[in-house]
């Protein structure tokens, strides 16, 4: 049934980015500069999650590099620091290299500006934190160094940046979902390299693309629980049936992999929320005081502070992992799937 179980895969860089012409010309334009030796506009490409940012700026950099080689990185920024964004530019960086954690950000930057002897693009990835940080100012300030800034919420985004930054930022790339038929499209490509030819019918993949409201991460999962479903149910090739149990597998994978990609702090407060099934605000600050301790004891992270718990709870929330009701102190919280399993254990509860 799955023939190459790779192009499921969500790094998989399919060779043409189908329905997506405009914004490849686009964010291709903007990087021209680069070709020639200047340096580029900065970018922001912002949409819903799953629908082709990340695969949009890789695809893009890669045709460029087979006209030229333009130096860049691919930086995912979420949980991240000022000084580790900066370090992994450098270690990215053909000229660069590793420098020790302890490096003040400002020796980074001086040393990051010394080796830009020509443009150096830098994806900065899942980066809807960083307006709040000082990245992107100390970005605009490194000569040479363009970035692609990849955000869930343009305007959310947009909103708390610096004028020096927003004039820095010519041009702003939407990503929406796929309509049925264009989702279909990019299905029906990977079916015919990864599947068996015939076992799936244009039909099926329309259903799927219609389910997943366009969301290309999801139709592409989906699609493969089908596969699987139909091999683990000895079907000659997909059935309905098979389409119909494929959205839960699916989401549940996608979740598994939305938590693990998370940051330590994600996944403290994740487990906290797991092991209470629901709990309120206060009593979950009372539970990560309790715990944090020994919890960190083994990581280099330090506990945080209420506020930055409430940000990460947020974050959990926008990847589908927990919900939140309520408003302020009477805010609680409950996971979206018991079966999506945390991946850090918490201590036991001590009796009182
Ligand atoms: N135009 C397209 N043609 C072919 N495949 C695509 C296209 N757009 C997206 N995909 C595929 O959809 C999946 C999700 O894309 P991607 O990882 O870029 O989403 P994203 O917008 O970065 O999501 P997130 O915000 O969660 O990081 C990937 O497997 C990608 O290859
Ligand atoms: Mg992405």
């Known amino acids: 049934m799955i023939e190459d179980g790779r192009v499921f895969r969500d790094d998989h860089l399919p060779r043409e980015l189908q329905h997506r012409e405009g914004a490849v010309r686009e964010l291709s334009g903007a990087l021209e500069p680069a070709i020639r030796e200047r340096p580029a506009d900065d970018v922001l490409v912002s949409g819903p999650s799953g629908v082709g940012k990340t695969v949009l700026a890789r695809h893009t950099l890669q045709r460029l590099q087979q006209h030229v080689g333009v130096p860049h990185a691919h930086i995912r920024c979420l949980g991240e620091t000022r000084g580790s964004i900066f370090r992994e530019a450098l270690r990215q960086h053909p000229q660069g290299r590793d420098l020790p954690r302890t490096t003040p950000v400002d020796d980074v930057l001086a040393e990051l500006r ?47 940046i610096s004028d020096r930054v927003r004039r820095s930022i010519a041009t702003k790339i939407q990503l929406d979902r796929f309509g049925v038929d264009e989702l279909a499209d990019i299905l029906e490509r990977r079916a015919d390299i990864g599947l068996r030819s015939g076992v799936v019918s244009r039909e099926q993949l329309q259903r799927i693309a219609d389910e997943v409201a366009g969301v290309a991460r999801a139709g592409i999962q989906s699609l493969r629980a089908a596969a699987e479903l139909a091999r683990e149910r000895e079907h000659g090739e997909i059935r309905d049936v098979d389409v119909d149990d494929s959205f839960e597998r699916a989401r549940r994978r996608i979740r598994e992999a939305n938590l693990r990609s998370l940051p330590w702090h994600h996944q403290v407060l994740y487990a906290l929320v797991h092991e209470a099934g629901t709990i309120g605000a206060g009593e979950l600050h009372d539970r990560y005081d309790q715990v944090s301790e020994q919890l960190y004891e083994d990581s280099p992270k330090t506990p945080i502070g209420k506020r930055s718990r409430r940000n990460k709870l947020s974050k959990l929330r926008d990847y589908g992992l927990v919900l939140d009701e309520g408003k302020r102190q009477n805010r609680k919280y409950r996971v979206v799937d018991e079966a999506v399993k945390p991946a850090i254990e918490m201590p036991r509860r001590t009796p009182y």
Request: aromatic share 6%; charged share 30%.
């Open 114 to 160: 010394s080796v830009l002897d020509r443009p150096f693009v830098v994806i900065l990835d899942e980066a809807d934190d960083l307006p709040r940080s000082k990245v992107l100012e100390d970005a605009c300030r490194v000569f040479g160094l363009s970035m692609i800034a990849i955000s869930h919420d343009q305007e959310q985004w947009l909103a708390p």
